[in-house]
């Protein structure tokens, strides 16, 4: 079931056309992440979801909603930069929010504690915000979003002002949400897209270039590529393959030769047969999988 419906939206600043008709759909207990270099028009894409922009033109539609609702109730939402009352302890902000969202005395109390407990941080539910750590702010950030129990919560850059530990930490808390909500998050990092998501939305100078899930895409932009390393004479041992007609082309880069070819299978045992007639220095041989970085590439040059 479908959460939300987006059709033709579009978003100009003094003329300057910044999101240009946009389409897509989100399905219901889904991670969605929202792909795109900086500039190419991602916050600007959450804000007009969350009604905190009016789009220039298209529309937003909830599923079941008439149009005139007020969509804040049925929505979270965590900025690129929150802000939070530093003298508050996480418990104590959680709280202030619930009632914020008019939730009654009894559900906030409730509610406060499940998500503490989810997000990780019920031992600092006591602790004030300011001596919180990146990680652990950006839990309580999650968890605010979420507290008022939306259909759908979008998290803008929710990773990337974070250290390793952090970063893992809130990756790890956004595959947990997917069991209470419909996640869409908007990243640069296309590795922690890949780690977590389901589906993908591709946004490029403002314009949806691509969507679909990991599977789908991986099967459109698949590509034939065997990675290897050879201890010596690498570029040698490449040419005659090539010669031989092993392989269609190679890049050899960091010590490590990727070698495209137009079957996997006859590749792999011709290859081997070659690397054992001849004897020859092979240190490793990977299949390599069509990765995010691969078909965002693809996608934006094509």
């Given amino acids: 079931m479908s959460v939300i419906q987006v059709k033709d939206l579009k978003k100009s600043f003094q003329s300057v056309e910044i999101i240009k008709g946009i389409n897509f759909t989100l399905q219901?207990?889904?991670?969605?992440?929202?792909?795109?270099?900086?500039?190419?028009?991602?916050?600007?894409?959450?804000?007009?979801?969350?009604?905190l922009m009016k789009p220039s033109s298209g529309s937003v539609n909830f599923s079941g909603l008439e149009k005139e609702t007020d969509i804040r109730q049925f929505i979270g939402y965590l900025p690129q930069h929150p802000i939070f009352y530093e003298w508050m302890t996480g418990r104590e902000f959680l709280e202030y929010v619930g009632k914020l969202a008019g939730m009654s005395?009894?559900?906030?109390k409730k509610r406060t504690d499940e998500l503490l407990e989810l997000v990780g941080i019920a031992d600092a539910k006591n602790r004030r915000i300011g001596k919180y750590s990146g990680g652990m702010k950006q839990r309580l950030g999650i968890a605010q979003a979420i507290i008022h129990r939306p259909k759908l919560v979008m998290l803008d850059?929710?990773?990337?002002?974070l250290d390793p530990i952090g970063r893992r930490e809130v990756l790890e808390l956004l595959e947990k949400l997917k069991e209470e909500t419909t996640v869409l998050f908007s990243t640069h990092i296309l590795n922690d897209a890949e780690e977590v998501c389901d589906d993908i939305l591709f946004l490029h100078k403002g314009k949806l270039v691509e969507s679909g899930t990991m599977e789908e895409l991986r099967e459109k932009y698949q590509q034939a590529k065997i990675d290897?390393?050879?201890?010596d004479d690498m570029e040698g041992i490449l040419k005659s393959f090539s010669e031989k007609g092993l392989l269609q082309s190679y890049l050899i880069e960091g010590g490590k030769a990727s070698v495209m070819v137009e079957n996997i299978e006859e590749a792999r045992r011709a290859i081997v047969e070659e690397v054992m007639k001849e004897n020859l220095p092979l240190v490793k041989f990977e299949i390599n999988?069509?990765?995010?970085?691969?078909v965002f590439m693809k996608v934006v040059q094509s």
């Fill in 228 to 231: 290897l390393v050879f201890r």
């Fill in 105 to 108: 005395k009894a559900d906030v």
């Fill in 157 to 161: 850059e929710p990773v990337s002002a």
């Fill in 28 to 51: 219901e207990g889904r991670c969605i992440a929202l792909l795109g270099p900086n500039g190419a028009g991602k916050t600007t894409t959450l804000r007009m979801l969350s009604g």
């Fill in 289 to 294: 999988r069509t990765s995010l970085e691969d």
